[in-house]
């Protein structure tokens, strides 16, 4: 169980107001990323959610009780921090073990539970250890021990990720998303990182400025962004993004088109150019092609054969049933 | 330090140092053990030129088997053992107050550091003259506020009076260094910990405490250090009456008011003695938190 429901929820510090007030709704089992750059408030959300910060205003509801006045430790979350937040004195039992000791469970349960979470999470042979003995990896396999043992009605992440180097990010992305499955318990997570919330979420939350853009599965945002910031921070690399005189031909004020959806060729195309730097990452290869007419030079995707010197005169075609339109606003033309 | 050249380079600039702060060492210390074999009575006589007596183990014997020096060896350790509690523990209590975020942050933690700053002679003397005069000191003026007999503080409760005094001057000190050491303290576990269901006063016993675990065994042995040794603050109130004889003033009266250098020198040797075992004892009870 683990439905979260925010209802106008604002937060200011001071008199500067970083959330206005804004609803949202977590339904219970599902795996919702706060994603977007840095400072946008998705933290602050996060932690408005978990108790850490007092709400300015609006009401945070988890499974219908209202917990805007409930201090942090009776929401029956579990949160897993940015730097882990061990507690370095203690052995890795111990510190998987503190918050039901301090829940006074019996001796008993609290070494069932401790060991069956480090079974699941590969840790056995470390429990007597210290965190400072751990590598990152283990460090944040045992923060996340940490929260399982509560078995909480929902787990906040705040970007467990960003301190793990990159091999290993991907392994703990897919275990997080495993122990989601496994669990099936919602989850909040949050990211500054596109890639961790398209393979990961159920449901992203893509947040600007404490304002949501959008609120969708990951393919609803890729296939039909809201507005031309969602557009351009979902999907790697950006989406190109073109104004003036090709976008008013679509009737639009900025036409968007993403680099899988232009095609490259030597001999003729819609728009003519040449070719800057390429990225070559062996299944794929990614051009920038500085065509004229265009300020920014476009990222077009190829397949990884394809070789092209710097300097070359090549043509591209956009795909236009893939073509995003949007108006003065911004905002989305269907 | 690679290379066998900048090795030697290193020794050679280091050796001036060395020398310095091992002759600075080894004289006095050689000097005291020299006296303390011998027969110094400057007034009668003796004189280094002269020739002194060799008298063994005589001024150890004397010195052991004075009335006072088991009574000044408990005093120096109460008056350690008090000022080191009481420091430690105001001193955690400060600084948790001062690392919260409060108007004039800045001056308040100034005025605390201020009593580190006023030299020992002059603040016993201000605490003699000013708070503690039976007659004239503010306390007298508090007891008397409150229709109370004034307490004659350097003579009736002139131990507790000591340690007051000591205790004001080193509670800055701690109050520092735990502070620092509190400021230290990762946010993130503590407001993990907040996650987990732990009330204040459990955060403070299983999170900031084991945190400050290191800076506390710093202040007890620094402070150890310094307190074995006080002086000042005994001969500006009571010149070592009323049982606040300390060894240390011992040493000074056998050497400078009964002019017997070599029985004042065997008890220099015996206070060497003491610190040792003291620092064993605080070694062992609180050097494992130095490690790792």
């Known amino acids: 169980m683990g439905r979260i429901v925010l209802d106008q929820v604002s937060k200011s510090f001071g008199k500067t107001e970083v959330i206005p007030p804004l609803d949202l709704t977590i339904e219970d089992g599902e795996f919702t990323v706060f994603v977007g750059p840095s400072g946008c408030g998705k933290s602050t959300l996060l932690r408005l959610i978990a108790g850490l910060e007092d709400v300015s205003g609006g009401k945070v509801s988890i499974d219908g009780k209202e917990m805007t006045e409930v201090p942090p430790a009776k929401r029956g979350l579990s949160m897993v921090f940015q730097s882990y937040a061990l507690y370095p004195h203690m052995s890795v039992r111990k510190n998987i073990a503190f918050p039901l000791r301090m829940a006074k469970m019996d001796k008993a349960e609290i070494k069932k539970r401790v060991e069956d979470a480090a079974t699941v999470l590969n840790l056995t042979d470390y429990l007597s250890r210290r965190p400072g003995q751990l590598s990152g990896g283990q460090r944040q396999r045992v923060a996340i021990g940490r929260a399982i043992v509560r078995e909480p009605s929902a787990f906040l992440f705040d970007e467990p990720l960003s301190n793990l180097d990159a091999a290993l990010r991907v392994g703990m992305r897919l275990e997080i998303s495993e122990m989601h499955k496994r669990l099936a318990t919602t989850m909040i997570y949050v990211t500054h990182d596109q890639v961790e919330a398209m393979t990961m979420a159920d449901k992203i939350v893509v947040l600007q400025a404490g304002v949501i853009e959008q609120v969708g599965s990951p393919l609803e945002l890729y296939r039909a962004p809201r507005n031309t910031f969602v557009a351009g921070f979902i999907g790697s690399p950006k989406m190109n993004l073109l104004t003036g005189e090709e976008a008013a031909k679509h009737d639009a004020h900025t036409i968007g088109i993403r680099p899988e959806h232009i095609t490259i060729s030597n001999e003729s195309g819609t728009w003519e150019g040449v070719v800057g730097v390429s990225e070559h990452l062996g299944s794929d290869s990614f051009f920038h092609v500085k065509c004229d007419g265009f300020e920014d030079p476009l990222t077009v995707r190829a397949g990884g054969e394809l070789q092209l010197s710097y300097g070359a005169k090549v043509f591209l075609t956009p795909d236009t049933a893939h073509l995003h339109r949007f108006n003065d606003q911004g905002l989305r033309i269907e | ?292």
């Not at chain 2, 400050?212 to 202040?219: D, E, W």
Request: net charge positive; no cysteine.
């Open chain 2, 1 to 292: 330090m690679a290379t066998q050249h900048s090795r030697s380079a290193a020794r050679m600039m280091m050796a001036p140092a060395v020398v310095l702060l091992l002759g600075w060492m080894l004289v006095p210390l050689i000097m005291t053990l020299f006296f303390s074999f011998k027969k110094y009575l400057p007034l009668r006589g003796d004189t280094l030129g002269g020739g002194l007596e060799w008298v063994g183990f005589q001024n150890y014997v004397r010195f052991f088997s004075s009335s006072s020096f088991w009574p000044s060896v408990q005093t120096t350790l109460i008056i350690v053992g008090s000022v080191l509690i009481i420091t430690v523990l105001l001193g955690t209590l400060l600084a948790l107050l001062l690392d919260q975020p409060m108007w004039g942050q800045g001056v308040v933690r100034i005025l605390v550091i201020a009593p580190f700053f006023v030299m020992p002679t002059v603040s016993a003397l201000v605490w003699k003259n000013m708070f503690m005069d039976p007659v004239n000191g503010i306390l007298a003026h508090l007891w008397k506020f409150f229709d109370a007999v004034p307490i004659q503080w350097l003579s009736h409760e002139s131990l507790p009076s000591i340690i007051m005094i000591v205790s004001w001057q080193w509670l800055p000190f701690a109050t520092l260094i735990l502070l620092t050491a509190v400021q230290s303290l990762d946010s993130e576990q503590l407001e993990a910990s907040e996650m987990d269901g732990a009330p204040k006063l459990k955060r403070f016993w299983h999170i900031v405490l084991p945190h400050l675990s290191r800076a506390i065994t710093i202040v007890i042995l620094i402070q150890t250090i310094f307190l074995l040794s006080i002086f000042a603050e005994i001969f500006v109130t009571t010149g070592g009456a009323f049982g606040t004889k300390t060894l240390t003033y011992l040493i000074f009266q056998r050497v400078l008011d009964s002019q017997n250098v070599g029985l004042g020198s065997a008890g220099g040797v015996y206070a060497i003695i003491l610190a040792n075992i003291v620092a064993i004892f605080l070694m062992r009870i609180v050097g494992k938190n130095l490690d790792t």
